[in-house]
């Protein structure tokens, strides 16, 4: 009889094990099935808070570039503030629009005591000087100044463009002056040979970058310069006038060849306009 008992309880503690061990192999499969929907989901989730995310992203890039970006038309100029207390000689006219046009032509030109002078200067390659020099002669800033310098050797130009340069006679100080601003050099003829061929007006700075004022300077004969001055435009009348007073020489003032021009030059007026 106990034999018989031992079997049956062997039996019954054999069904219970089994029984025991596929729920437990049933919990873990529930278990399993759990982790991966709930990866599932979360990865659900974090895909959609990435799409929002990069979406949210996307319209402030767009409504950031719709309220940074200058008008079609139109590009952003910086404007460095001249301090006359560093010692510089410096004629306040305020400073041009932070957007200005980069599309069109203008028509610069200057009424001298010998004659006018004009040019054609393109939007597009030199926006923020031609908008410098619009801003400028709209303040008759270049009205009675002469040109203080002309160069004979190796570099052929004449120097204009100092609202300080002025009256009869010269002075140490003429070429010194400029704006209450400054600005970064663009249009640099890089690919051109020789950089500033006859005709080009350029602009003057120093050896500094982003120093380019109100001084430019006409180009009488071929000059190879290097190509840091940015040019403005090209002499459409008037080059005669220029030639005349490189024919009468300089005074040597700074070194042979480099001086005040012995033919005095005046610009009474220089204005901008619409081409």
């Known amino acids: 009889m106990s034999s018989i008992k031992d079997r049956q309880r062997a039996a019954a503690r054999a069904r ?31 895909a959609g808070a990435a799409v929002w995310i990069v979406t949210a992203l996307r319209d402030d890039d767009k409504t950031s570039n719709k309220a ?13 503030p001249v301090d006359a207390g560093s010692g510089a000689k410096v004629k ?26 004009a040019a054609t200067v393109d939007n597009s390659k030199a926006p923020c000087t031609s908008a410098a020099f619009t801003h400028l002669a709209s303040k008759q800033f270049w009205n009675n100044t002469k040109c203080h310098r002309l160069t004979t050797e190796g570099i052929k130009v004449l120097q204009c463009g100092d609202p300080f340069a002025t009256g009869k006679g010269w002075r140490p100080t003429d070429g010194q002056g400029g704006p209450s601003f400054r600005y970064a050099e663009e249009n640099l003829p890089t690919d051109k040979n020789p950089p500033y061929p006859v005709g080009t007006i350029a602009m003057a700075k120093t050896q500094q970058p982003s120093s380019t ?18 040019v403005l435009g090209t002499v459409t009348s008037g080059m005669d006038i220029v030639q005349s007073v490189a024919k009468a020489g300089t005074d040597n003032a700074n070194a042979p060849g480099d001086g005040h021009p012995k033919k005095e030059v005046v610009i009474s007026k220089l204005t901008m306009a619409p081409a």
């Open 16 to 46: 219970l094990e089994k029984e025991m061990a596929e729920r437990a192999t049933a919990a873990k499969k529930r278990r399993q099935r759990q982790a991966v929907i709930g990866s599932a989901a979360a990865v659900v989730v974090i």
């Open 68 to 80: 940074g970006a200058p008008p079609a038309g139109t590009v952003a100029c910086t404007w460095i």
């Open 92 to 117: 306040d006219v305020g400073t041009p629009p932070a957007n200005v046009p980069n599309t069109g032509k203008a028509t610069l030109t200057m009424n001298t005591n010998l004659g006018p002078i």
């Open 213 to 230: 004022g109100s001084q430019f300077f006409i180009v009488w004969g071929d000059t190879p310069l290097p190509a840091q001055y940015t």
